[in-house]
């Protein structure tokens, strides 16, 4: 079983920054990359942004040159500093987190979300 704990959420007017981190635990062997998802209201969720185990990162277009994932493989953390919000990036985030397991078999867990709101 591996848990992940979200934290760094909240209400920031736009044009403001807000940093998300994410911790895994359990019975990890490795991780193949971690991320973070998000869904607003009325919406699908969408990929916001990514990075593997070689530090490869992805993002979702409307976040590119504002956002920056980054990681601390040892301590199977990511962060997501969110620079520049926009009211249209108010969301439920979720990490999550694919890898393997002690059993060796394939796993990808989810974080319990963390609420971010750009509003003035």
């Known amino acids: 079983q591996v848990q992940l704990v979200e934290s760094g959420g909240g209400l920031v007017q736009p044009g403001g920054s807000l940093r998300l981190s994410c911790a895994a635990s359990g019975r990890i062997l490795s991780i193949n990359d971690m991320g973070w998802y998000r869904q607003a209201p009325g919406k699908q969720r969408e990929l916001v942004a990514s990075i593997s185990s070689d530090d490869r990162t992805n993002y979702a277009d409307s976040v590119k040159g504002r956002f920056t994932i980054s990681g601390e493989g040892a301590k199977y953390t990511v962060y997501l500093q969110m620079n520049s919000l926009k009211p249209e990036d108010t969301a439920a985030y979720y990490c999550?987190?694919?890898?393997?397991?002690?059993?060796?078999?394939?796993?990808?867990?989810w974080g319990q979300g963390t609420r971010v709101t750009v509003s003035s």
């Open positions: 999550y987190v694919q890898g393997r397991d002690y059993t060796f078999r394939t796993f990808r867990s």
